[in-house]
């Protein structure tokens, strides 16, 4: 039994769970979302810093949750710094296509974001989890957005 | 182990818990039970969120539609006859099981969310104005929060919140200081569904009834449980849901003391509740008709006749005698776990076993027991200011109900030492 659920709790995912990184507010952020997820009452605000050329700086987030959203978030925060914003959603959209699509393959081997995102793609196995996944992904879709809260309904 | 050996084992002499009750057969009354999930025997741990249907339910509903269907009230057909006297049954049914004084007073719902808005709208309309409080409790559901707070915003009633102590006990006193002249009803559960805690509701009644207030009682958690006796509480109103209590979804039940019902505008208009209509005036049926606006949940009165009958048959007693020896085995085998915490120690309970684990949130919990086959509820069980009151987030709950058995808590404590294993 533990053998498949390694699949989904993948080391990285247990280490990123435990110790989120940037999980911090920063002064100097200038985006703000809250997202919220009502089946299981977790929250996560994400604070992200967008210079004036659209370029993401930072991305920090703030809240508590199940590993997988935890994990997802901390991820998130590494992977899009530096990005810019219309990079930042293609990532989004092949990350939740990876998270919700079946056969969708490692794929793009020069995408180094979304090979350190594939840790998540166990959550296919496990529909009920894939809104774990992608809170903190639609949460700073809308902080982008210039949005401030986000449901996962 | 089997599960036949640990039926033996569960009923071997001495074990007073469960020695006067089969729940070998019990469980063959339950055809959902022998389904897999991911190649195991399911382990269905929520009875609380839904209870299973015993094959009593199930043929009962399927016989109506089979043999006995056509709407009801509105034909000279016979069709039609039969089948009102078998809904109307239903009613009587219900009526029995809560010892309501007379049929009339059972009132059908489409779940219990839909009596708490009723009562809510309805009891607001005759009796409430500003300024007005409701008493309810930090351990209520949403159903019994949401609609009261829909009151609120319209007329602009307070809400006072009967506190709890850290172990999920309701706290009386703390109650009776919060009943005071402005206090026009009380509305609490008789059974925490998170907790499990059992609120000391007779007294609860008799405190309110020494000030002249009526009380509503949310029995959802309770009546799959304890045995209910609405006169003998003198309870005001008392709901409850029909799927947890081993019957069909799509039905709820509000009892409400005739002269109360009485007092009480309808709730949605249309037909089944009206004696006469004109485009001028129409006048209204007498209660429980006058609730029951458009077609009622027929054949859904059948099936809660026949979960109603299924759970006489088994005795409410034996009943208790098994879940209660269930939740203490659980109990001691969980907390036998590493970094697990049971959340919720009330003096009294009923068989609803919450708790957190030091390193894994109840969400990874759910997911991982699923895989060993087991159910289990995960989240904030429809009680968040209660989770806030507790300082969690989240909650695993296993709910017993009566065809659990300890192996069952067996397989449940060994997935949970594998969730320990795995976030360390
Ligand atoms: C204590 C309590 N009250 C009310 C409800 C609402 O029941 P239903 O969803 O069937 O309306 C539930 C169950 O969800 C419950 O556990």
Redesign the interface.
């Known amino acids: 039994?533990?053998d498949?659920?390694?699949e989904?709790?993948q080391e990285v995912i247990?280490d990123h769970g435990?110790n989120p990184r940037n999980l911090r507010k920063p002064p100097e952020a200038n985006r703000h979302a809250h997202g919220h997820n009502p089946?299981?009452?977790?929250s996560v605000v994400v604070h992200a810093t967008v210079d004036d050329a659209g370029v993401i700086r930072d991305v920090a987030f703030e809240g508590?949750?199940?590993?997988?959203?935890v994990a997802s978030a901390s991820l998130m925060t590494e992977v899009l710094k530096g990005k810019s914003q219309a990079e930042a959603q293609a990532l989004f959209e092949q990350f939740h296509d990876m998270c919700t699509k079946d056969g969708t393959q490692a794929g793009d081997p020069d995408n180094e974001e979304l090979e350190r995102l594939q840790v998540l793609a166990g959550v296919r196995e496990?529909p009920?989890?894939v809104k774990?996944a992608t809170l903190a992904w639609h949460t700073l879709n809308a902080a982008m957005a210039g949005g401030d809260e986000v449901t996962t309904e | 182990m089997t599960h036949a050996a640990a039926n033996r084992l569960a009923a071997a002499p001495g074990d007073n818990s469960a020695a006067a009750f089969d729940v070998a057969r019990v469980r063959a009354d339950f055809p959902i039970l022998t389904q897999e999930v991911f190649g195991k025997p399911l382990v269905y741990l929520d009875s609380a969120a839904s209870a299973q249907k015993p094959r009593q339910v199930i043929e009962a509903m399927s016989h109506a539609y089979e043999t006995c269907y056509a709407n009801v009230h509105r034909g000279v057909h016979r069709m039609s006859q039969l089948t009102t006297d078998a809904f109307e049954s239903g009613r009587e049914k219900v009526a029995g099981f809560l010892n309501a004084g007379s049929a009339d007073e059972i009132v059908f719902t489409r779940n219990a969310t839909e009596a708490f808005n009723l009562v809510a709208s309805c009891f607001a309309s005759a009796k409430l104005a500003r300024g007005d409080e409701v008493v309810i409790s930090t351990l209520e559901h949403h159903a019994n929060i949401v609609p009261w707070q829909l009151v609120r915003d319209r007329l602009g009633i307070v809400l006072r919140i009967v506190p709890i102590d850290d172990d999920g006990n309701f706290l009386l006193d703390d109650y009776e200081a919060l009943l005071g002249p402005r206090t026009k009803l009380v509305a609490v559960t008789h059974v925490s569904n998170d907790l499990g805690t059992v609120v000391p509701i007779k007294q609860v009644i008799d405190l309110a009834h020494a000030r002249g207030i009526p009380v509503l009682v949310d029995g959802c958690q309770a009546v799959p449980h304890i045995k209910v006796d609405v006169q003998a509480l003198d309870a005001d109103f008392y709901i409850f849901t029909g799927h947890k209590l081993y019957g069909p979804t799509g039905i709820g039940v509000l009892y409400g003391k005739s002269a109360l019902l009485r007092e009480l505008p309808p709730y949605q208009g249309g037909g089944e509740m009206i004696s006469s209509v004109t485009f001028e005036k129409t006048t209204f049926k007498d209660p429980p008709h006058r609730f029951e606006a458009g077609t009622p949940p027929i054949v859904e009165a059948i099936g809660l006749g026949a979960a109603i009958d299924y759970v006489a048959s088994l005795g409410h007693e034996a009943i208790a005698a098994h879940e209660t020896g269930l939740r203490g085995y659980a109990e001691a085998r969980l907390t036998q776990v590493a970094g697990l915490r049971l959340v919720g120690t009330a003096r009294e309970k009923a068989s609803i076993v919450s708790f957190v684990m030091d390193n894994a949130h109840p969400h990874d919990i759910g997911t991982i027991v699923d895989r060993a086959g087991v159910a289990v509820r995960t989240g904030h069980h429809c009680a968040q200011p209660l989770m806030q009151r507790l300082g969690v987030a989240a909650t695993a709950r296993a709910s017993f109900g009566l065809y659990n058995t300890r192996e069952e808590v067996d397989v449940l404590a060994q997935a949970l030492e594998s969730v320990h294993e795995l976030f360390g």
């Open positions: 039994m533990l498949d659920l390694r989904l709790y247990l435990r089946m299981c009452g977790d508590r949750g199940c590993a997988i959203s496990f009920m989890r774990c």
